[in-house]
């Protein structure tokens, strides 16, 4: 199961924004990501709208954080994108819908949820200031490090 790509690109567009700390428009975080203009709109239109980032208008328009990177978790992204709270399957959200047509609690939705909550506990205990602090203090090859 993987985060949508939506989201994948919600949380390097932020982290652009926090690596820079500075203003930049659409245009220049879509093309640093590889995501057409339009896209990168929606996506910062949903992360002006939960309140990560601001928005300006006109010739020095573009967008900023609207708060500390130490302040914004990837919790914060995965729910401005996905709705929130992320849940590990449908069966588990306010409505509850069972893909077996049925009511009350099963086993399976208890484990939904107790993941569902662990996701989101680890999620929130990751933000975008502490990740920049281990990118800087990180050595040159540890950056190109990826997977598990």
């Keep these: 199961m993987y985060l949508t790509q939506e ?3 919600a949380v390097r567009i932020l982290y652009s924004l926090a690596r820079c700390g500075c203003r930049k428009d659409a245009a220049s975080l879509g093309k640093s990501m590889n995501v057409t203009l339009r896209f990168s709109l929606k996506i910062l239109g949903k992360l002006s709208a939960a309140g990560l980032v601001k928005s300006f208008k006109g010739t020095h328009g573009g967008y900023e954080l609207a708060r500390d990177a130490h302040e914004i978790t990837l919790k914060d992204v995965v729910n401005a994108v ?3 709270p992320y849940a590990l399957s449908r069966c588990i959200s306010e409505k ?3 893909n ?3 009511s009350g609690c099963c086993v399976f939705q208890r484990e939904y949820a107790r993941i569902s909550q662990s996701i989101n506990q680890q999620l929130s205990a990751v933000n975008f200031g502490d990740l920049l602090d281990r990118e800087r203090k990180a050595q040159p ?3 190109l490090v990826c997977g598990g």
């Design 96 to 98: 509850g819908e069972c």
């Design 100 to 102: 077996r047509g049925a």
């Design 82 to 84: 996905e709705g929130e």
């Design 141 to 143: 090859d540890e950056n």
């Design 7 to 9: 989201t994948d690109y």
